[in-house]
């Protein structure tokens, strides 16, 4: 079992930055990988950037050049930094991890919500 909790969403305006933070617990080891995605209001969750246990990084082309994903391994944490916000950026962001290289994924946090003001 893998226990996930995002916090450090808000509101922010159109170019600005937040930091996510996505605190794990439990049998993170064994989680080859670990993603933030996102479900913007209407629309499917999608994912946006996800890290390997090797330190392999990828990102959906939206969010390439602005988003980095990270982790700190002596913490449990895994971070998502994100600049130059947009309004399509708003939605609900979410914290996964999985046995293999996800997507899908094994393990859910509950969601920070983001809201980027135009």
């Known amino acids: 079992q893998v226990q996930l909790v995002e916090s450090g969403g808000g509101l922010v305006q159109t170019g600005g930055s937040l930091r996510l933070s996505c605190a794990a617990s439990g049998a993170i080891s064994e989680m080859n990988s670990i993603a933030w995605n996102r479900q913007a209001p209407g629309k499917q969750r999608e994912w946006v950037a996800r890290i390997t246990s090797g330190g392999s990084k990828n990102y959906v082309d939206s969010v390439k050049g602005r988003f980095i994903i990270s982790r700190d391994n002596a913490k449990n944490t895994i971070y998502l930094q994100m600049n130059m916000l947009k309004p399509e950026d708003t939605g609900v962001y979410y914290c996964?991890?999985?046995?293999?290289?996800?997507?899908?994924?094994?393990?859910w946090g509950q969601g920070t919500q983001v809201t980027v003001s135009s």
């Open positions: 996964a991890a999985g046995y293999d290289l996800g997507p899908p994924f094994d393990y």
